[in-house]
């Protein structure tokens, strides 16, 4: 019986177990590499959805340096790596993180107009061909930007009536020029609506007598 074939058989089979686990284990390594990897931020402001792209970059941000980075790294220093040069402008007079943070979500995160969105949401109408499945998504997203809170119930009467009267006004001029306004209370609709009637219907009659 010659034990010394079986043992380089079972030499073999190890050096071949082990080449196979360290063929696993880089290619584990490589698919980890990419799915850790993050893209530098290269975002467009003005871009109809630069603030959605911008809060996703950040979430993926805080999660890449949460899965790779030592506790306490300078994250200042990390972030101005994953910055183009264009994006960097905007916090290169930055002193920390957290102020340049404030700064990019000033730059791509604009102030919303309320009203304009809640007419959006209120007037919005199923379309042809559209489901009802597809409706109802398309209201649940208009509605995120509405900014609807815990009010009291007359509060949420006022704004309420705001929205249906400014809504179903007829005049579509004094409509645009009132959503104009990123906030306006009900009254304050009211007040501009009557003297832009008045500019509108009645001032020119009064210029030509």
């Known amino acids: 019986y010659d034990c010394t074939v079986n043992l380089g058989r079972a030499f073999c089979l190890i050096k071949l177990d082990i080449v196979s ?25 003005t871009a109809a959805d630069a603030e959605k792209e911008w809060k996703f970059w950040l979430l993926q941000f805080q999660d890449f340096v949460q899965l790779t980075m030592d506790p306490g790294v300078d994250l200042f220093k990390i972030l101005r790596l994953y910055l183009t040069a264009s994006t960097f402008e905007y916090v290169q007079d930055c002193k920390s993180y957290e102020e340049a943070i404030a700064k990019l979500n000033e730059v791509y ?65 004094i409509r645009t020029r009132i959503l104009q306004h990123n906030v306006i209370s009900l009254q304050e609709a009211v007040n501009k609506a009557l003297e832009l009637n008045y500019a509108i219907n009645f001032l020119p009659q009064c210029i030509k007598n």
């Open 109 to 173: 995160v604009k102030p919303k107009n309320v009203i304009f969105a809640r007419y959006e949401f209120i007037s919005r109408k199923q379309r042809d061909g559209e489901s009802l499945e597809e409706f109802l998504r398309a209201l649940q997203r208009l509605s995120k930007n509405c900014e609807y809170e815990n009010v009291t119930a007359e509060q949420y009467r006022e704004e309420m009536i705001r929205d249906v009267f400014i809504n179903n006004m007829s005049s579509d001029e």
């Open 21 to 45: 686990y360290s063929l696993q284990f880089i290619r584990q390594l490589v698919i980890m590499n990419e799915a850790l990897s993050l893209n530098k931020l290269a975002i467009d402001p």
